[in-house]
Nanobody, 126 residues
């Protein structure tokens, strides 16, 4: 089992920035494709960004150019730097982990991920 713990959410005004972090613990020594998803009230969960063990990244069009996903020095930590935030970025953000191969085959699809965190709320006001 792998446990994921997110941190870094909060409330900001439009145009502001936030940095979300996620740490994996438990049986996390193998290395995983890690990703961020988000879910706004009344909407489906959607993929935001993903990163493979080797650093290959993918982004949703909605955050392209405004967000950077990165791994920390510890192999199973991942961060999401979000800049120029917009009200439509308001959502619960979830960290996810899955087999590394998933990062190269539909990396922003929910089905690629086995493990999920509890989420951290991001609220952007206009």
């Amino acid at each position: 089992q792998v446990q994921l713990m997110e941190s870094g959410g909060g409330s900001v005004q439009a145009g502001g920035s936030l940095r979300l972090s996620c740490a994996a613990s438990g049986n996390a020594s193998g290395g995983y494709c890690m990703a961020w998803f988000r879910q706004a009230p009344g909407k489906e969960r959607e993929g935001v960004a993903s990163i493979s063990v080797g650093g290959h990244t993918d982004y949703a069009d909605s955050v392209w150019g405004r967000s950077i996903i990165s791994r920390g020095n510890a192999k199973n930590t991942v961060s999401l730097q979000m800049n120029n935030l917009k009200p439509e970025d308001t959502a619960m953000y979830y960290c996810a982990a899955g087999p590394n191969g998933g990062c190269f085959n539909g990396p922003l699809q929910i089905s690629r991920y086995n493990y999920w965190g509890q989420g951290t709320q991001v609220t952007v006001s206009s």
